[in-house]
């Protein structure tokens, strides 16, 4: 009997069995996607993933096929359906389908940062990834029925090894679609700020500090104003662009827009869709220097914010950092200010007291000073709080308000968050990545006194041929204020390791574990009830890098 006669009985299981094997593929496919979606749809940064972590996941998909194909094909000698037409040459698929699951439980309940996020692209992707699997599965039945009978059906279970390759391929199918329905919302969002004239347009950039500069001036602006602004750390096109479509209202007067980039150019594509009228620029770092492959590159992409602003903008640049003074240097326009502790800052402080309690200081700004108070620990907070209020000043808000925003303001989550439990202090601090972030909160740490002082961390990424220096030093500076250091992942194990070394930690107090989860059983293994602890998680590991 002909393959594909409807009759065929071999022909209507291998559509049906398709149609799973397509579905189970899309559910094993996970985390490719997921690095697919953290890379921001590029094919370098999955291509990254695949080498940095040596192909792990391909091997364990090998494992799977592999270990169902030795299952199929004893089901099938037990069942002699090599010399006989058989039903009973599906039944090994059972095991495929077992491992399958057992596979795709283990990756749901693996640890994630950043879970994949269920967005229209995605469920676009998945169905076009959907497509292509029952395609092939049909047709790899096919040919084992006609030419690879020996084989039989358990070529099927071979099909997760395509996987890597699938994934990339249908999302080079749909990407004529997807660069018409990016193109579509970019026009949609740029025609309706056209019609908002009115609307002031805040632009924050630079290497760290954004999201918390980000909320600071929203607190102290909305003292006068109804401001909207990028919520979590939506800086990319789409995120803005479905701020001014989603979250821009009618009422609202300003609008904050937080601006990331990881390469050259990506800040001035922002900028053509916001047209940014004023300007904060946190500082000039090493972060992401991997995609940008210079500092150069990096002072030039955050200077891309300052070079598209109009005349009469006003521009915040932080003078702690060298980077951004130098930007500073070069700015033409007549309203740019340095704010920071020095004598060229025009917002001046004084008089400040930071603790592990928090912080008070005086502001003064022509000839007026206002005393302030703040639950936020730590010098760059400071350092924030000098950069937001400078620009609310240029825009209008008092002294008086300003002090009174300060007062309110809260920590941002996983930046440098405290919680306190009992005899335990925590800093989160688990969303930053960059030197000098992860420099202020060893400073914060060190502020706590009698305490043991413990270190959760996976080291820095993404500092291209600086990374093994860069996590180096770290070390060197967790094992100057730390008793204890637990180093997560092996990525930075080995820098992390010989910059503690280098200082009087025992090196019975430096602890290796592989996740995160172990981490935390190790800590809580450590605590007593008789000792205060403060216990710091710096940084967290992208997705793509476990």
């Known amino acids: 009997m002909d393959f594909f006669d409807l009759g065929n009985i071999h022909f209507i299981l291998a559509f049906f069995i398709s149609i799973a094997n397509a579905a189970l593929l899309c559910l094993i496919a996970g985390k490719f996607l997921q690095i697919l979606q953290l890379s921001g749809y590029k094919i370098k940064g999955y291509s990254v993933w695949l080498k940095d972590t040596k192909a792990k996941y391909i091997s364990r998909l090998a494992m799977l096929s592999f270990l169902s194909l030795a299952c199929v094909l004893v089901t099938n000698a037990l069942f002699d359906v090599y010399h006989q037409d058989s039903i009973y040459s599906y039944l090994g698929l059972i095991f ?84 018409f329905i990016r193109w579509n919302y970019i026009r949609r969002a740029k025609n309706k700020l056209i019609k908002r004239p009115d609307l002031i347009r805040i632009g924050i950039t630079g290497s760290y500090g954004k999201t918390s500069v980000k909320h600071i001036l929203f607190d102290m602006l909305s003292e006068k104003y109804n401001v909207c602004m990028s919520p979590h750390s939506f800086n990319t096109p789409m995120g803005l662009t ?76 932080n003078l702690e950092n060298s980077g951004a003074k130098e930007l500073y240097d070069e700015c033409k326009l007549k309203n740019k200010f340095l704010a920071g502790f020095g004598g060229k800052s025009e917002l001046k402080v004084k008089n400040v007291n930071i603790s592990s309690e928090g ?52 920590p941002v989550a996983h930046r440098l968050e405290v919680i306190r439990n009992q005899n335990i202090t925590v ?77 009087k930690i025992p090196k019975e107090n430096i602890i290796l574990v592989d996740t995160l989860k172990l981490a935390k059983q190790k800590l809580g293994e450590m605590i007593s009830p008789d000792k205060n602890y403060v216990v710091l998680f710096e940084n967290d590991l992208p997705d793509n890098y476990t």
């Not at 084989?151 to 199918?173: C, D, E, S, Y």
């Not at 620029?281 to 030039?300: A, C, D, Y």
């Not at 937001?388 to 008086?400: N, Y």
């Open 242 to 317: 479905k701020v001014v479509l989603k979250y821009l209202k009618p009422e609202n007067e300003i609008l904050i827009a937080e601006m990331g980039a990881k390469q050259v150019g990506d800040i001035a594509y922002l900028c053509n869709i916001i047209k940014p009228q004023h300007a904060i620029i946190t500082g000039i770092g090493s972060q992401h220097l991997q995609t940008f492959g210079s500092v150069e590159n990096i002072k030039k992409t955050k200077n891309e914010l300052v070079l598209s602003l109009p005349e009469n903008a006003n521009v915040v640049f």
């Open 96 to 179: 495929y389908i077992y491992f399958s699951i057992v596979f795709i439980i283990n990756m749901v309940n693996a640890p994630q940062k950043t879970p994949l996020a269920q967005t229209r692209r995605m469920a676009r992707l998945i169905s076009c990834l959907f497509i292509l699997c029952m395609g092939i599965t049909f047709v790899l039945i096919w040919v084992c029925t006609e030419w690879l009978w020996f084989i039989k059906f358990g070529i099927i279970v071979l099909t997760p090894l395509l996987l890597p390759i699938l994934v990339p391929l249908a999302h080079f199918i749909m990407l004529p679609l997807e660069s």
């Open 359 to 410: 912080m008070t200081f005086e502001l003064e700004y022509k000839n007026k000073s206002k005393k302030c108070v703040c639950s936020l620990i730590g010098k760059h907070n400071l350092e924030n709080i000098l950069l937001s209020a400078t620009l609310a000043l240029k825009l209008g808000v008092s002294l008086e308000g300003i002090a009174r925003a300060i007062s309110e303001l809260q």
């Open 427 to 503: 800093l989160d601090d688990a969303f930053n990545s960059s030197v000098e972030g992860s420099t202020a909160a060893v400073e914060v740490l060190s502020s706590f006194k009698d305490s043991v002082k413990i270190c959760i961390t996976p080291g820095m990424v993404e500092m291209g041929q600086e990374e093994f220096k860069v996590n180096e030093n770290f070390g060197s500076q967790l094992g100057n204020v730390c008793d204890y250091v637990i180093i997560v992942n092996k990525v930075n194990q080995e820098a992390l390791k010989k910059g503690l070394e280098s200082t």
